[in-house]
């Protein structure tokens, strides 16, 4: 601090000091003081007082008003995790989705029903021949009479004399039956003529059964009695015609045929 400050400072703080003591004096000056003496010179000016205590605070003063809303603070930090809150009601339906993947294939059906017939197919090429199937044994025969027969008294067998076939050789032309000799199944035959007003009346026997009857009554002057039957013969079978009491045929006329359907 230079000199000059210095002096400008003093100046500064002693100035009002002088004034005040001139003032001071001046007020107390009494008649007195002025009788006694001259008024001299006045004194050299004193050094100032020393500061004043720090004085006693002072009341509170009245509240202020209220100030100014400050700006807007920072963010503050995120807070921690709220619990879980009750389950809200129930929203509107979300519009439709798209359409998902394709899903994996399922397992197989069940079996369907039967379908409707087919349409008959083309004819196929004609196959080569078969083997030679088996044929039946090869038996077949007729027989005829060549003089007539009765009227006869009693039951009479009738016997044939003229083979007109005998293959297989199963009629027997001494006992007129036939006898079989291949099991299977035969068809036979039988024709009689009656004598004229006799009666032709007769069976057909296997073995010792009657098996089919023929008739040719009298009152047709000339009957004709006649059958066929089927049979299922065994070997030594014996088929062989029988003629009734009082009957009567005639020869030509009256034949007997028979032959095999299928051996066994
Ligand atoms: C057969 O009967 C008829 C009528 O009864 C008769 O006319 C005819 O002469 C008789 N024939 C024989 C051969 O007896
Ligand atoms: C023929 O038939 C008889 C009786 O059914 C049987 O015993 C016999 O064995 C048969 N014969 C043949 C060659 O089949």
């Not at 009494?30 to 007082?49: A, E, K, T, V």
């Not at 994996?104 to 083309?122: E, I, M, S």
């Amino acid at each position: 601090m230079s000199v000059l400050s210095v002096s400008v400072l003093m100046v500064g703080l002693l100035l009002p000091v002088v004034l005040h003591a001139a003032t001071y004096y001046n007020s107390h000056k009494s008649d007195d003081q002025c009788n006694h003496c001259c008024r001299g010179l006045p004194g050299p000016q004193g050094i100032p007082g020393l500061p004043g205590h720090h004085g006693t605070r002072g009341q509170d003063g009245q509240m202020g008003g209220k100030g100014e809303k400050g700006e807007l603070g920072s963010k503050g930090f995120t807070g921690m995790r709220g619990e879980t809150g009750p389950v809200g009601p129930k929203g509107s339906r979300g519009r439709k989705g798209s359409k998902g993947d394709c899903g994996p294939t399922g397992l197989p059906g069940v079996k369907g029903d039967l379908g409707p017939q087919g349409p008959v197919g083309p004819a196929g090429e004609q196959g080569m021949r078969g083997p030679k199937g088996e044929q039946p044994a090869r038996i077949a025969f007729t027989v005829t009479r060549s003089e007539p027969l009765g009227p006869v008294p009693q039951k009479t067998p009738i016997t044939f004399d003229k083979v007109h076939l005998n293959l297989g050789d199963s009629f027997d032309v001494y006992s007129s039956h036939f006898i079989c000799k291949v099991n299977g199944t035969y068809l036979f035959t039988i024709h009689m003529l009656s004598m004229e007003n006799q009666t032709a009346y007769g069976w057909l026997m296997l073995n010792n059964d009657h098996q089919m009857a023929f008739h040719g009554d009298a009152q047709a002057r000339h009957g004709t009695g006649s059958n066929t039957v089927i049979l299922r013969l065994s070997r030594e079978d014996h088929v062989w015609i029988q003629l009734n009491e009082n009957s009567a045929i005639l020869n030509h006329f009256s034949s007997f045929s028979g032959h095999i359907l299928f051996e066994d």
